[in-house]
Protein backbone atom coordinates (compact mmCIF):
# COMPACT_ATOMS: atom_id res chain seq x y z
CA UNK A 1 0.00 0.00 0.00
CA UNK A 2 2.49 2.39 0.87
CA UNK A 3 4.50 1.65 -2.74
CA UNK A 4 0.81 3.15 -3.96
CA UNK A 5 0.47 5.82 -2.29
CA UNK A 6 4.03 7.19 -2.97
CA UNK A 7 3.42 6.52 -6.57
CA UNK A 8 0.50 8.16 -6.75
CA UNK A 9 1.78 11.28 -5.13
CA UNK A 10 4.30 11.05 -7.87
CA UNK A 11 1.85 11.30 -10.42
CA UNK A 12 -0.17 14.03 -8.62
CA UNK A 13 3.24 16.35 -8.89
CA UNK A 14 4.06 15.14 -12.74
CA UNK A 15 0.86 16.40 -13.80
CA UNK A 16 1.18 19.58 -12.11
CA UNK A 17 4.28 20.48 -13.43
CA UNK A 18 2.76 19.64 -17.25
CA UNK A 19 4.69 16.33 -18.17
CA UNK A 20 2.33 14.17 -20.15
CA UNK A 21 0.40 12.33 -18.14
CA UNK A 22 -1.61 9.11 -18.75
CA UNK A 23 -3.42 5.01 -17.32
CA UNK A 24 -7.04 2.05 -18.38
CA UNK A 25 -10.10 3.36 -16.34
CA UNK A 26 -13.66 1.76 -16.22
CA UNK A 27 -11.61 -1.45 -17.74
CA UNK A 28 -11.48 -5.01 -17.27
CA UNK A 29 -8.67 -7.60 -17.50
CA UNK A 30 -7.35 -8.38 -20.66
CA UNK A 31 -5.95 -11.78 -21.81
CA UNK A 32 -6.54 -10.98 -25.40
CA UNK A 33 -4.13 -8.29 -26.43
CA UNK A 34 -0.72 -10.47 -25.92
CA UNK A 35 1.09 -8.23 -28.27
CA UNK A 36 1.11 -5.22 -25.56
CA UNK A 37 3.54 -5.38 -22.51
CA UNK A 38 4.80 -3.10 -19.62
CA UNK A 39 8.10 -1.24 -20.08
CA UNK A 40 9.82 -1.99 -16.55
CA UNK A 41 11.91 -0.13 -14.84
CA UNK A 42 14.62 -0.57 -11.78
CA UNK A 43 13.62 2.30 -9.29
CA UNK A 44 15.73 2.11 -6.22
CA UNK A 45 12.47 3.19 -3.72
CA UNK A 46 10.25 0.28 -5.68
CA UNK A 47 12.41 -1.67 -7.38
CA UNK A 48 11.07 -3.41 -10.62
CA UNK A 49 7.79 -1.76 -11.54
CA UNK A 50 5.98 -0.61 -14.54
CA UNK A 51 6.72 2.89 -15.71
CA UNK A 52 4.62 2.71 -19.18
CA UNK A 53 3.04 0.45 -21.55
CA UNK A 54 3.38 -0.25 -25.27
CA UNK A 55 2.94 -2.67 -28.02
CA UNK A 56 5.12 -5.35 -30.58
CA UNK A 57 4.96 -3.98 -33.96
CA UNK A 58 7.74 -6.59 -35.07
CA UNK A 59 9.48 -9.32 -33.43
CA UNK A 60 12.16 -6.97 -32.08
CA UNK A 61 10.85 -3.41 -31.60
CA UNK A 62 8.42 -2.61 -28.84
CA UNK A 63 6.69 0.57 -29.72
CA UNK A 64 5.96 3.29 -26.88
CA UNK A 65 5.80 7.24 -26.23
CA UNK A 66 8.53 9.47 -26.35
CA UNK A 67 8.32 10.58 -22.56
CA UNK A 68 8.34 6.87 -21.06
CA UNK A 69 11.96 6.49 -23.06
CA UNK A 70 13.36 9.80 -22.88
CA UNK A 71 16.55 9.78 -20.54
CA UNK A 72 16.39 6.14 -20.40
CA UNK A 73 19.86 3.57 -21.46
CA UNK A 74 18.57 0.17 -22.25
CA UNK A 75 20.24 -1.19 -19.16
CA UNK A 76 17.40 0.43 -17.34
CA UNK A 77 14.62 -0.80 -18.78
CA UNK A 78 13.45 -4.65 -19.26
CA UNK A 79 9.82 -5.54 -21.26
CA UNK A 80 6.96 -7.72 -20.24
CA UNK A 81 4.62 -9.42 -21.61
CA UNK A 82 3.18 -10.51 -18.59
CA UNK A 83 -0.49 -9.88 -17.94
CA UNK A 84 0.57 -9.63 -14.35
CA UNK A 85 3.29 -6.55 -14.52
CA UNK A 86 3.78 -5.91 -11.34
CA UNK A 87 5.19 -9.37 -10.28
CA UNK A 88 6.22 -10.28 -14.16
CA UNK A 89 8.33 -13.83 -14.56
CA UNK A 90 9.36 -13.02 -17.76
CA UNK A 91 11.64 -10.17 -18.56
CA UNK A 92 12.73 -9.13 -22.04
CA UNK A 93 15.87 -7.46 -22.58
CA UNK A 94 16.36 -4.09 -24.06
CA UNK A 95 19.61 -3.28 -26.13
CA UNK A 96 18.71 0.27 -27.29
CA UNK A 97 16.56 3.03 -25.89
CA UNK A 98 15.20 5.54 -29.09
CA UNK A 99 13.01 8.23 -28.48
CA UNK A 100 11.84 10.18 -31.61
CA UNK A 101 14.95 12.46 -32.62
CA UNK A 102 12.29 15.83 -32.65
CA UNK A 103 10.93 14.84 -29.14
CA UNK A 104 10.18 16.67 -27.17
CA UNK A 105 8.02 19.08 -29.84
CA UNK A 106 5.36 21.67 -29.45
CA UNK A 107 1.71 21.00 -28.06
CA UNK A 108 0.69 20.96 -31.30
CA UNK A 109 3.47 17.69 -32.24
CA UNK A 110 5.03 16.43 -29.63
CA UNK A 111 6.71 13.78 -31.69
CA UNK A 112 5.73 11.72 -28.27
CA UNK A 113 6.71 8.28 -29.91
CA UNK A 114 9.70 6.18 -29.16
CA UNK A 115 10.96 2.65 -29.30
CA UNK A 116 12.72 -0.11 -27.40
CA UNK A 117 15.19 -2.62 -29.35
CA UNK A 118 14.81 -5.88 -27.80
CA UNK A 119 17.86 -8.07 -27.53
CA UNK A 120 16.27 -11.26 -29.06
CA UNK A 121 13.00 -11.80 -31.62
CA UNK A 122 9.79 -12.57 -29.81
CA UNK A 123 9.03 -15.25 -32.18
CA UNK A 124 5.29 -16.51 -29.91
CA UNK A 125 3.78 -13.35 -30.03
CA UNK A 126 2.27 -11.80 -33.37
CA UNK A 127 3.01 -8.08 -33.72
CA UNK A 128 0.37 -5.45 -34.24
CA UNK A 129 -0.94 -4.20 -37.71
CA UNK A 130 -0.04 -1.36 -38.44
CA UNK A 131 -2.01 1.38 -40.43
CA UNK A 132 -1.47 2.68 -43.91
CA UNK A 133 -0.44 6.48 -44.06
CA UNK A 134 -3.87 8.51 -43.41
CA UNK A 135 -5.78 5.82 -42.26
CA UNK A 136 -7.64 7.61 -39.92
CA UNK A 137 -8.03 10.29 -42.22
CA UNK A 138 -9.93 8.47 -44.72
CA UNK A 139 -11.60 6.70 -41.70
CA UNK A 140 -13.15 10.37 -41.23
CA UNK A 141 -13.52 10.79 -45.40
CA UNK A 142 -15.71 7.47 -45.30
CA UNK A 143 -17.63 8.66 -42.01
CA UNK A 144 -16.72 5.63 -40.27
CA UNK A 145 -16.06 7.68 -37.29
CA UNK A 146 -19.19 9.81 -36.77
CA UNK A 147 -21.70 7.15 -38.54
CA UNK A 148 -25.50 7.66 -37.97
CA UNK A 149 -25.03 9.99 -35.34
CA UNK A 150 -23.05 7.48 -33.59
CA UNK A 151 -19.31 7.87 -32.74
CA UNK A 152 -17.17 4.89 -33.20
CA UNK A 153 -15.22 3.31 -30.34
CA UNK A 154 -11.56 2.51 -30.14
CA UNK A 155 -10.14 -0.65 -27.63
CA UNK A 156 -7.29 1.24 -25.32
CA UNK A 157 -5.23 -1.14 -23.40
CA UNK A 158 -2.38 -0.72 -20.88
CA UNK A 159 -1.17 -1.75 -17.30
CA UNK A 160 -1.74 1.57 -15.71
CA UNK A 161 -3.79 3.18 -12.88
CA UNK A 162 -7.41 2.76 -12.59
CA UNK A 163 -9.72 4.76 -10.43
CA UNK A 164 -12.23 4.64 -8.01
CA UNK A 165 -15.79 6.58 -7.46
CA UNK A 166 -15.72 9.59 -7.04
CA UNK A 167 -12.33 10.58 -8.69
CA UNK A 168 -9.53 11.11 -8.36
CA UNK A 169 -9.04 8.28 -6.16
CA UNK A 170 -6.23 6.32 -8.12
CA UNK A 171 -4.87 3.60 -7.44
CA UNK A 172 -2.19 0.84 -9.23
CA UNK A 173 -3.10 -3.06 -10.35
CA UNK A 174 -0.39 -3.29 -12.27
CA UNK A 175 -2.35 -5.60 -14.70
CA UNK A 176 -2.87 -5.37 -18.01
CA UNK A 177 -6.31 -4.22 -18.72
CA UNK A 178 -8.52 -2.56 -21.89
CA UNK A 179 -11.22 -0.44 -22.38
CA UNK A 180 -13.77 1.44 -24.92
CA UNK A 181 -13.05 4.81 -25.17
CA UNK A 182 -15.39 6.87 -27.78
CA UNK A 183 -14.49 9.52 -30.90
CA UNK A 184 -14.16 12.77 -29.90
CA UNK A 185 -11.55 14.66 -32.50
CA UNK A 186 -8.84 13.83 -35.03
CA UNK A 187 -5.77 16.26 -35.26
CA UNK A 188 -3.32 16.88 -37.60
CA UNK A 189 -1.08 14.54 -34.89
CA UNK A 190 -3.86 13.53 -32.10
CA UNK A 191 -6.88 11.31 -32.04
CA UNK A 192 -8.79 12.45 -29.17
CA UNK A 193 -11.26 10.15 -27.37
CA UNK A 194 -13.50 10.39 -24.97
CA UNK A 195 -12.90 8.94 -20.87
CA UNK A 196 -16.44 10.15 -19.46
CA UNK A 197 -17.56 6.97 -17.42
CA UNK A 198 -21.14 8.70 -17.39
CA UNK A 199 -20.75 8.54 -21.20
CA UNK A 200 -20.07 4.84 -20.87
CA UNK A 201 -16.38 5.42 -22.11
CA UNK A 202 -13.33 3.81 -20.09
CA UNK A 203 -10.09 5.33 -20.89
CA UNK A 204 -6.26 6.16 -19.68
CA UNK A 205 -4.78 7.29 -16.92
CA UNK A 206 -1.32 7.17 -15.47
CA UNK A 207 1.05 4.16 -16.37
CA UNK A 208 -0.84 3.47 -19.84
CA UNK A 209 1.37 6.22 -21.26
CA UNK A 210 3.02 4.27 -24.37
CA UNK A 211 -0.55 1.92 -24.41
CA UNK A 212 -2.23 1.20 -27.96
CA UNK A 213 -5.16 2.87 -29.74
CA UNK A 214 -6.38 -0.06 -31.69
CA UNK A 215 -9.12 0.65 -33.99
CA UNK A 216 -11.35 -2.83 -34.97
CA UNK A 217 -12.04 -3.71 -38.81
CA UNK A 218 -15.58 -5.02 -39.58
CA UNK A 219 -13.79 -8.53 -39.71
CA UNK A 220 -12.97 -8.39 -35.90
CA UNK A 221 -8.67 -7.43 -36.82
CA UNK A 222 -7.28 -4.95 -35.00
CA UNK A 223 -4.96 -1.89 -36.44
CA UNK A 224 -2.65 0.01 -33.97
CA UNK A 225 -3.87 3.79 -35.16
CA UNK A 226 -2.55 5.66 -31.87
CA UNK A 227 -0.11 5.75 -28.51
CA UNK A 228 -1.54 7.11 -25.25
CA UNK A 229 0.05 10.45 -24.84
CA UNK A 230 -1.86 12.11 -22.54
CA UNK A 231 -5.18 13.70 -20.44
CA UNK A 232 -6.60 15.46 -17.80
CA UNK A 233 -5.05 15.23 -14.41
CA UNK A 234 -8.01 13.05 -12.76
CA UNK A 235 -8.48 10.64 -16.54
CA UNK A 236 -11.52 11.33 -16.20
CA UNK A 237 -12.42 13.62 -19.54
CA UNK A 238 -10.26 13.12 -22.55
CA UNK A 239 -7.71 11.10 -23.64
CA UNK A 240 -5.12 12.46 -26.41
CA UNK A 241 -3.40 9.71 -28.37
CA UNK A 242 -0.14 10.00 -31.01
CA UNK A 243 -1.33 9.44 -34.76
CA UNK A 244 0.44 6.12 -35.74
CA UNK A 245 -0.84 6.44 -39.37
CA UNK A 246 1.51 9.76 -39.75
CA UNK A 247 5.04 10.09 -41.73
CA UNK A 248 6.40 11.33 -38.56
CA UNK A 249 5.22 7.92 -36.43
CA UNK A 250 5.18 6.03 -39.55
CA UNK A 251 9.40 7.32 -40.91
CA UNK A 252 10.38 6.64 -37.29
CA UNK A 253 8.92 3.33 -36.83
CA UNK A 254 10.96 2.37 -40.59
CA UNK A 255 14.08 3.80 -39.36
CA UNK A 256 13.62 1.93 -35.90
CA UNK A 257 13.50 -1.57 -37.76
CA UNK A 258 16.18 -0.85 -40.71
CA UNK A 259 18.74 0.05 -38.19
CA UNK A 260 18.16 -3.96 -36.85
CA UNK A 261 19.44 -4.90 -40.50
Avoid at 74 to 93: I, M, R, S
Avoid at 198 to 213: E, F
Avoid at 243 to 258: G, H
Amino acid sequence: MKKYIIMVGLVLVLALVALPAAAITWGEPDSQHTNVGAMIVDYPEWGLVPRCSGTLIHPQVFLTAGHCVFGFAANEAWVTFDQDGYHPTNLVEVVEVVPHPNFPGPSSNRYDVGALVLAEPILDIEPATLPELGFLDQLLADGALKERGQKAKFTLVGYGATLDWPPPDIYYEDQRQFAQSEYRALLKSWLRLSQNQATGDGGTCYGDSGGPAFWTEEDGSEVLVGVTSWGDMQCVASGFNYRVDIPDTLDFIADVIASLD
